[in-house]
T-cell receptor, first 114, second 111 residues
Framework: SQQGEEDPQALSIQEGENATMNCSYK?????LQWYRQNSGRGLVHLIL?????REKHSGRLRVTLDTSKKSSSLLITASRAADTASYFC??????????????FGTGTRLQVTL | SQTIHQWPATLVQPVGSPLSLECTVE??????LYWYRQAAGRGLQLLFY??????ISSEVPQNLSASRPQDRQFILSSKKLLLSDSGFYLC??????????FGPGTRLTVL
C-alpha cells in the first residue's frame, strides 16, 4: 500500500511564483526523498532528508521534515516553466532484514505557466 | 558512480504472452534492487525488492514474478500477460545511506 500522500494533487502557478508541495506518511522512516518526473520519463532524484534533519536546501529547493507530524514539504522558489513536472515523495523505512524500502506517494502535478 | 540500465525501453505484447524485463546495475556491489510499476497518470507502486542473489520479496500479489540470478541483475517476468499489466516499469537501486537511483524505465503496452 502507498505510504505517502502528496498534497495538492495538482498545482498551477505562474513563472516566478513559489510552489509548495506537502507529503504525509504513516510509519517511522530513516529518510525521505523527493523526486521529479517529467511526463513519460524516468525519475530524477532531487533531495534526501534524513530523519534527524529538519530542513535541507539545494539550489531553489527547500525541504522540511517534521517527524512528529509525519510530514514533509518541498518548496520550489522562483519557479520556471521547466519546473513543470510531477513531484513525488518517497519514504525509506526498514523492511525485511536490512533492506531499505522506498515507498512512494501519489505525486503532485505542477504546471508552471509563463 | 552507479548506473542502472533497463531494456527494452518500450514493449508491445499481446495478452497471454510471456514477459521478461531486465535491469542491470554498474558501479556498486551487493545493491538492494527494486521493481516499481507506474500506471498512466498514477504514482509508483513497489512490486518487488531484493537484498541479494536469489532473495526476492513481493509487495503485492499479482501476475508477475522477479528473479535475481546475479548480484547486479534483476529480472521481472510473467508467464502470461494481462491487460492490467500495462504500465511504466522502473528498476531502482538503494542502500541504507545513499540516495536511490532509478533506471530509465520500460513502457509496456499489453494489447
Amino acid at each position: 500500500s502507498q505510504q505517502g500522500e502528496e498534497d495538492p494533487q495538482a498545482l498551477s502557478i505562474q513563472e516566478g511564483e513559489n510552489a509548495t508541495m506537502n507529503c504525509s506518511y504513516k510509519t517511522s522512516i530513516n529518510n525521505l526523498q523527493w523526486y521529479r518526473q517529467n511526463s513519460g520519463r524516468g525519475l530524477v532524484h532531487l533531495i534526501l532528508i534524513r530523519s534527524n534533519e529538519r530542513e535541507k536546501h539545494s539550489g531553489r529547493l527547500r525541504v522540511t521534515l517534521d517527524t512528529s507530524k509525519k510530514s514533509s514539504s518541498l518548496l520550489i522558489t522562483a519557479s520556471r516553466a521547466a519546473d513543470t513536472a510531477s513531484y513525488f515523495c518517497a519514504t525509506d523505512a526498514i523492511g525485511a532484514g536490512t533492506a531499505s524500502k522506498l515507498t512512494f506517494g501519489t505525486g503532485t502535478r505542477l504546471q508552471v505557466t509563463l | 558512480s552507479q548506473t542502472i540500465h533497463q531494456w527494452p525501453a518500450t514493449l508491445v505484447q499481446p495478452v497471454g504472452s510471456p514477459l521478461s524485463l531486465e535491469c542491470t546495475v554498474e558501479g556498486t556491489s551487493n545493491p538492494n534492487l527494486y521493481w516499481y510499476r507506474q500506471a498512466a497518470g498514477r504514482g509508483l507502486q513497489l512490486l518487488f525488492y531484493s537484498v541479494g542473489i536469489g532473495q526476492i520479496s513481493s509487495e503485492v500479489p499479482q501476475n508477475l514474478s522477479a528473479s535475481r540470478p546475479q548480484d547486479r541483475q534483476f529480472i521481472l517476468s510473467s508467464k502470461k500477460l494481462l491487460l492490467s499489466d500495462s504500465g511504466f516499469y522502473l528498476c531502482a537501486w538503494s542502500d541504507y545511506r545513499a540516495p536511490s537511483l532509478f533506471g530509465p524505465g520500460t513502457r509496456l503496452t499489453v494489447l
